[in-house]
């Protein structure tokens, strides 16, 4: 008997992702506060395959929220707060089964500690959601995307601080009670495994008011993780019908040669990428995690029921899949690094395009884990030309070809592959370098990296090809 899969299951959830930070805007309106993107600074001084999240001080943050000449491109994105409605038809037009977008915690609780939540920001999420579904849409929604609130950042030390373990806590019931009839698909926070050039970003601690900075991001996420294992309890026990999943910024780092020493290397890597699904899916810490702290000279402290908290564990497992790196004897030594794999071909930030390490990534997961999976993010960013009203973008359409063809072959590998989300199915600012030049979608968005232009949507020609694949269910993919 035949029981390889033929295909994309009949209700694969063909979808676009996009963060609340990279695309709304409107940072100062009905009572947001500050979050820790809105002093995501945009450089054009700096070569842009070097552009990253860099560790953050005390004194940026306040330089950041009191300068008048910087530029802060995540603070206008590119309007979506005001143009929600017509992006959505568009993304609907395109056949979109699913939209996956994140709730700016800032607009919920403006300060992260506040008594009570800021209805106005409530309002926005009741109106985008249910837009979403009347587009025929599903929403998968992120509840902590790098929008921490500023204020637990300055007052705090970010998810260093064991309070703010109950902030979220809090804000995840609300939203949960808020929202749980509109959305059933939920993601508790973002690529959690960032916490390395992207720490500030994601954990937000900075610098100066830890001792051990290596020591404070574990146990920062440490009670990251703790936290969503309460507000997944919380969910399970309220609604019982939502799907609580979590997030890793995938990517397998290959072995730089056959010798023993660098496959080592790799898996020791490879298992401290993986250290946080194997919290969040597993319900407790590996033995492995425990020998890298004790070899790194890494403290971390565990609450009286962090243990008991942790076996609350997540329904499916999702991940966003950019590049594949290589690891060797020399660069694990040098801090846990991998590097770029020169044998691949890369777009113009250095990032490698491997569509085989993809369905490798969707392997081993699955083998892992045995749980639903979700690609929740995957695209290429590139420089898009226009001409004569036009985008010729053939490059992407190229790239998802490719990796929608291994997605196919995971699939009659076995893997369980429920969905599948562009990013961004519409151009948004920049994570890593907040830009608006680095582009990603099927719709271009006409503002440059300096906020000017007339935000004039224009649909690519990847566009109507992706049109064409949701349609198919991913069978023309020519």
Same mark, same amino acid.
């Given at each position: 008997m035949n029981r390889v899969p033929t295909g994309f299951p009949n209700d694969f959830m063909w979808g676009g992702a996009i963060a609340a930070n990279q695309a709304e805007g409107a940072w100062d309106l009905d009572g947001k506060g500050w979050c820790i993107a809105d002093i995501n600074e945009f450089r054009d001084d700096i070569e842009i395959t070097k552009k990253y999240n860099d560790e953050v001080t005390s004194q940026y943050v306040e330089e950041a929220m009191a300068s008048t000449t910087r530029i802060f491109p995540k603070r206008h994105g590119i309007d979506f707060y005001h143009t929600y409605k017509e992006d959505l038809k568009l993304l609907a037009e395109m056949g979109l089964k699913t939209f996956r977008t994140s709730i700016n915690w800032s607009r919920i609780f403006p300060n992260g500690d506040d008594a009570e939540p800021n209805e106005a920001g409530l309002r926005f999420y009741d109106d985008l959601f249910a837009e979403i579904r009347k587009n025929g849409m599903e929403p998968m929604i992120t509840i902590s995307h790098y929008e921490m609130p500023l204020h637990l950042t300055q007052a705090y030390t970010g998810w260093y601080s064991r309070e703010v373990i109950d902030f979220f806590e809090r804000y995840c019931k609300v939203v949960f009670d808020r929202y749980h009839d509109l959305v059933k698909y939920w993601i508790i926070v973002n690529q959690i495994n960032l916490?390395?050039?992207?720490?500030?970003?994601?954990?937000?601690?900075?610098?100066?008011?830890?001792?051990?900075?290596?020591?404070?991001?574990?146990?920062?996420?440490?009670?990251?993780?703790?936290?969503?294992?309460?507000?997944?309890?919380?969910?399970?026990?309220?609604?019982?019908?939502?799907?609580?999943?979590?997030?890793?910024?995938?990517?397998?780092?290959?072995?730089?040669?056959?010798?023993?020493?660098?496959?080592?290397?790799?898996?020791?890597?490879?298992?401290?990428?993986?250290?946080?699904?194997?919290?969040?899916? !597993?319900?407790?810490? $590996?033995? *492995?995690?425990?020998?890298?702290?004790?070899?790194?000279?890494?403290? %971390? @402290?565990? &609450?009286?029921?962090?243990?008991?908290?942790?076996?609350?564990?997540?329904?499916?497992?999702?991940?966003?899949?950019?590049?594949?790196?290589?690891?060797?004897?020399?660069?694990?030594?040098?801090?846990?690094?991998?590097?770029?794999?020169?044998?691949?071909?890369?777009?113009?930030?250095?990032?490698?395009?491997?569509?085989?390490?993809?369905?490798?990534?969707?392997?081993?997961?699955?083998? !892992?884990?045995?749980? $639903?999976? *979700?690609?929740?993010?995957?695209?290429?960013?590139?420089?898009?030309? %226009? @001409?004569? &009203?036009?985008?010729?973008?053939?490059?992407?359409?190229?790239?998802?070809?490719?990796?929608?063809?291994?997605?196919k072959e995971a699939i009659q590998d076995g893997v369980d592959l429920r969905g599948y989300y562009a990013w961004g199915p519409i151009d948004i600012v920049s994570c890593s370098s907040s830009e608006m030049s680095k582009r990603y979608g099927f719709i271009y968005v006409d503002f440059d990296d300096y906020g000017k232009g007339t935000g004039r949507r224009i649909k690519k020609d990847s566009y109507a090809w992706m049109q064409k694949v949701i349609a198919s269910n991913g069978e023309d993919l020519d």
């Open positions: 916490i390395g050039h992207e720490s500030f970003n994601h954990l937000g601690v900075a610098e100066d008011k830890v001792t051990d900075l290596a020591s404070a991001k574990y146990q920062a996420v440490h009670n990251e993780m703790v936290a969503c294992a309460r507000a997944t309890r919380y969910a399970h026990t309220h609604y019982p019908d939502l799907q609580i999943g979590m997030m890793l910024c995938g990517g397998p780092a290959y072995a730089a040669s056959c010798k023993p020493e660098d496959v080592l290397a790799t898996l020791k890597h490879n298992q401290m990428e993986y250290f946080y699904s194997d919290v969040l899916l !597993r319900g407790r810490y $590996p033995g *492995y995690a425990f020998r890298f702290f004790q070899d790194h000279k890494i403290t %971390v @402290e565990f &609450g009286e029921h962090d243990e008991e908290d942790l076996k609350n564990t997540c329904d499916f497992f999702s991940f966003s899949y950019y590049y594949t790196r290589i690891v060797s004897k020399e660069s694990y030594e040098n801090g846990n690094e991998a590097v770029r794999n020169v044998e691949l071909p890369a777009n113009p930030w250095g990032w490698t395009i491997d569509p085989t390490g993809l369905r490798i990534l969707l392997n081993e997961f699955y083998d !892992r884990y045995q749980k $639903p999976i *979700y690609i929740t993010e995957n695209g290429v960013g590139y420089y898009d030309q %226009v @001409e004569a &009203g036009q985008i010729h973008d053939d490059y992407r359409v190229d790239f998802y070809r490719k990796h929608i063809q291994q997605m």
